[in-house]
């Protein structure tokens, strides 16, 4: 998989030949403007929860592209109502897709739409094919159901947690949610874009190393391969 960070919660992730964009919100973002939302591929939207600071691009990406939105059924509803197509989950069910296979997980976190429409509860993903496998946490609390997910789910290659502390968990819980889910290998987000969530990124990585993990701070529009 090749992994694209957009800046805050938002990535793009080529999985198993398709295009999978994740939480976007892009154009708001004073640090990710060299990045532009016409240009960024897509197949599918998956949207974790309702809040602005993820959902700022759905529209304007699948107008652009014509992806549909994965997320909650409350979620979907809203988006299908502007007319984005959609394929709605609830809270432990997953489906197969084009890419492989997706389960929706809890997340512990609140989620409005951003006209104020309840946004469903919150999740987040794993997704999964033969040879590889990604947790994208969404904004979320660290929780003991994340146990729940190496029992359930194919061995993580890459997980992508919160990180900036206040309106997520922070770094040091976001390293025991690592043991949790049993992946060393993490890629921070949602932390540096407004003043609450601003983190000491040497002081985050050393904390991971010390554990023998390994915690990766993308640049905003640097791509991974993994
Ligand atoms: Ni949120
Ligand atoms: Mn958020």
């Given at each position: 998989m090749k992994i694209t960070y957009l800046g805050h919660a938002s990535f793009a992730i080529e999985f198993n030949g398709k295009n999978l964009v994740l939480d976007p919100f892009i154009s708001p973002n004073e640090l990710a403007q060299?990045?532009?939302?016409?240009?960024i591929p897509a197949d599918y939207i998956l949207v974790s929860h309702g809040h602005m600071d993820h959902v700022a691009d759905v529209e304007a990406i699948a107008q652009n592209t014509g992806a549909g939105v994965i997320s909650n059924y409350e979620i979907v509803s809203w988006f299908g109502e502007k007319g984005i197509s959609g394929h709605p989950l609830n809270l432990g069910g997953g489906c197969e897709f084009e890419f492989g296979s997706l389960k929706y997980v809890n997340a512990v976190h609140s989620s409005v739409l951003p006209d104020g429409t309840y946004g469903g509860n919150p999740g987040g993903f794993v997704v999964w094919s033969d040879s590889q496998a990604f947790y994208?946490?969404?904004?979320?609390?660290?929780?003991?159901?994340?146990?729940l997910i190496p029992m359930t789910c194919p061995k993580l290659d890459v997980a992508i947690l919160p990180i900036?502390?206040?309106?997520t968990m922070g770094y040091q819980d976001a390293l025991l949610a690592s043991n949790f889910i049993e992946c060393d290998r993490i890629i921070g987000c949602?932390?540096?874009?407004f003043g609450y969530i601003e983190i000491d990124h040497a002081a985050a990585k050393k904390a991971f190393a010390e554990k023998g993990k390994e915690l990766i701070l993308m640049d905003i529009g640097a791509t991974i391969e993994i």
């Open positions: 060299n990045i532009k939302v016409s240009d994208f946490a969404g904004d979320t609390a660290l929780h003991m159901d994340m146990k900036g502390d206040n309106f949602h932390y540096d874009t």
